[in-house]
């Protein structure tokens, strides 16, 4: 008996999501590329939203954002599902686009859309802390259960950013700056960056975000030079109270949400 769509979407998912949390880019050319667009493939006449997702997830995991945004598009116009527009924001995240994420998050992350704790950790990725403030101010005001956000730290990190005039916008450009590093070393930013906000009255305040990535402590060491470079020739380079780093990875991951799991759930 042949696979039904369902069952063929979650496999997809399944390797897709090992390819991710790999942290490297699949090549095209490759057998399990080749395996993966067959599977695809196979969904098309049954549920041709979910190929053209699955479609997008495929694109994504070989670092090519252009064909994500095409496929996804043609997905969203068949079914508006909230698994693929939650998934399109974590492509863009994990292929380091943050200043288009920040403003997606900001469309879709509020607490009135109804997704508001799912996709309140996106927001955390994209940098976008001061939306954020407003977001958990609106959530509270609706007595939402926000149990087991990380609300504190998000807040206090605000705070410090806000005091010395750092934009969402701004935060977002040095993103997009390790995302850019990051593309061309053919590494997913993948997962929750840590965001560390520390203030010591009349000493130090700083708030700094940080990547967990795959490769050695001299990997990373050249991954953060080239970042400091890339941050220079933008012109946002020298702000001590805000920074962003790479650190070893601790296998900290996020997997691809796929749309039966969340209608069984």
């Not at 694109?59 to 954002?65: E, K, Q, S, T």
């Not at 068949?78 to 686009?97: K, P």
């Not at 994420?101 to 955390?124: C, K, M, Q």
Request: net charge negative; aromatic share 8%.
């Amino acid at each position: 008996m042949a696979p039904t769509p369902k069952l063929v979407s979650h496999d997809i998912t399944e390797k897709l999501n090992a390819i991710f949390r790999g942290g490297k880019y699949v090549d095209k050319n490759s057998l399990l590329w080749a395996q993966i667009k067959r599977d695809c493939d196979k969904i098309m006449r049954d549920d041709p939203a979910e190929c053209w997702s699955s479609l997008g997830n495929l694109h994504a995991a070989a670092g090519d954002v252009d064909e994500m945004r095409n496929c996804y598009s043609k997905a969203l116009r068949i079914n508006n599902d909230q698994a693929y527009v939650t998934n399109l924001l974590i492509h863009l995240e994990n292929l380091g686009f943050y200043s288009e994420a920040l403003g997606y998050y900001r469309d879709i992350g509020g607490p009135s859309l109804g997704h508001f704790t799912e996709r309140y950790r996106y927001g955390v990725a994209a940098g976008a802390f001061q939306a954020m403030v407003q977001f958990i101010d609106a959530a509270k005001k609706m007595e939402m259960d926000m149990t087991g956000l990380d609300i504190d730290i998000q807040l206090e990190a605000a705070a410090l950013l806000h005091v010395h005039g750092i934009s969402d916008e701004e935060v977002a450009r040095h993103l997009d700056a390790a995302g850019l590093v990051m593309r061309r070393h053919r590494i997913f930013c993948y997962g929750i960056p840590e965001v560390r906000a520390t203030a010591i009255d009349g000493e130090f305040s700083g708030v700094s975000i940080v990547f967990r990535v795959p490769g050695s402590r001299l990997d990373v060491l050249a991954l953060n030079a080239a970042l400091a470079e890339q941050e220079g020739a933008v012109g946002i380079a020298g702000r001590g109270i805000f920074n962003v780093m790479f650190l070893p990875d601790t296998n900290t991951t996020l997997d691809l949400s796929p749309r039966e799991r969340r209608e069984v759930a």
